[in-house]
């Protein structure tokens, strides 16, 4: 017979936030760039524009666009970028045999991926009025090739890529009617994104409705329960990195200004890979910033589960249990919003609602 599970409860305070992280989510209203185009004598192969499911889509996604280079029958070629899109790009393509070096002007660990919340949920990638011809197909065949390449990672030393039980919950039923879009700070009206239906339904773990007394959260009117794969990021960007250096990859340390001057690299097939920079470094103005915060506080490592409560998602990673907040609200303000200095208070916020649901529990977290 089911029971009751037995959590341990998150010592959620803001003196236990040790870190605010912030950056913009590559949003391009058409979908992910993964067109080619020439820039003088040199072929240009797009792979940007991942939106809130790059760590999702970069095995698909790097594929993809490694198959296209591969048609040049190059020997050598270049990757721009070296964010979780680029990085598995250049895996990708050197497990197919080709040398590569990544141009970059920052390595992953400083880079805005590493500023995710890294959970698996590949999700809307375009507007619904504006979505490229097919990207449902494409985006399926990016999902699924990339959850067949996650496998290997999992059940390794370090847990680059781990599972945790998690709870949504909430204090309205869960068939109560959605509230009225609401319109973004910026005044635009919400945007509809273009569905991708059930496409994944198999591969996606479907949330449960917990009965009263399988509910483990005390004073939670309602609850549902699923089980979400995640990164543990420097596990898993430490295996990537490693591996990109063991096949011989290279690294340069680069700045690009404009598209021209690709032209004069060694390297003829060029996979770009900028993430939101392409905004300004390929003038892409169909990229649109979506800002998003994490904060993070101390690991407990004993804490096997994350939660969502009153637009607030936890998740307890090897290097802290993150935070952050989610929701219509918070998405109306992100929208366009292209700021990255982290918002201590925000943070704070977000964290309340996590110590005031913990509070509940008849042990109090210490
Ligand atoms: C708060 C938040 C939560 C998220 N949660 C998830 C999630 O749970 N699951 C998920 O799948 N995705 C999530 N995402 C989305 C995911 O993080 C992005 O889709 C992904 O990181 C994009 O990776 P990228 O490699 O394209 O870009 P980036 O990480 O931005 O990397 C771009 C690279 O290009 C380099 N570069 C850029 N311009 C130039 C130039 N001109 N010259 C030289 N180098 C250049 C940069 O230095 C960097 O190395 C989240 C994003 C945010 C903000």
Not at 287 to 314: A, C, D
Request: hydrophobic share 40%; charged share 20%; with cysteine.
């Amino acid at each position: 017979m089911a029971q009751r599970a037995q959590l341990i409860p998150i010592r959620a305070h803001a003196d236990r936030i040790y870190d605010i992280k912030c950056c913009i989510r590559p949003f391009r209203t058409k979908g992910p760039n993964l067109g080619v185009e020439q820039v003088g004598d040199a072929t240009v192969i797009h792979n940007y524009g991942h939106h809130g499911s790059g760590w999702c889509l970069s095995w698909g996604s790097a594929d993809m666009q490694v198959q296209k280079a591969m048609s040049f029958a190059p020997r050598k070629i270049a990757v721009v970028g070296s964010g979780v899109i680029g990085l598995t790009t250049a895996v990708c393509a050197l497990r197919a045999g080709m040398e590569v070096t990544i141009y970059t002007r920052e390595l992953l660990p400083r880079t805005r991926s590493y500023r995710a919340n890294g959970v698996w949920g590949p999700g809307t990638v375009a507007l619904a009025s504006e979505a490229q011809a097919g990207l449902g197909d494409i985006w399926e065949q990016m999902v699924r090739t990339s959850w067949k390449n996650f496998r290997p990672y999992m059940g390794m030393a370090g847990s680059p890529i781990a599972w945790s039980e998690h709870y949504e919950l909430s204090d309205t039923p869960f068939d109560a009617p959605p509230p009225a879009p609401i319109p973004m700070a910026n005044g635009d009206p919400a945007p509809v994104f273009y569905d991708m239906g059930n496409r994944i339904s198999d591969i996606t773990s479907i949330p449960e409705v917990l009965t009263p007394e399988l509910n483990p959260f005390p004073g939670v009117k309602y609850a549902r329960h699923s089980t979400k794969m995640f990164w543990n990021f420097s596990e898993y960007g430490h295996l990537l990195t490693t591996e990109f250096f063991a096949r011989g990859g290279k690294i340069v340390m680069r700045d690009f200004h404009a598209p021209s001057e690709l032209a004069h690299l060694p390297e003829k097939v060029i996979i770009n890979c900028p993430g939101y920079a392409a905004h300004d470094w390929w003038r892409d103005k169909s990229m649109i910033p979506i800002r998003g915060q994490t904060e993070w506080l101390i690991p407990q490592p004993e804490v096997n589960y994350g939660l969502t409560y009153r637009n607030v998602e936890t998740r307890s990673k090897s290097d802290g249990v993150m935070v952050i907040q989610i929701g219509p609200e918070m998405f109306a303000k992100s929208w366009k919003n292209s700021t990255e200095i982290p918002n201590r208070a925000e943070a704070e916020t977000a964290v309340k609602v996590v110590e005031e649901l913990m509070s509940r529990f008849p042990t109090r977290p210490a």
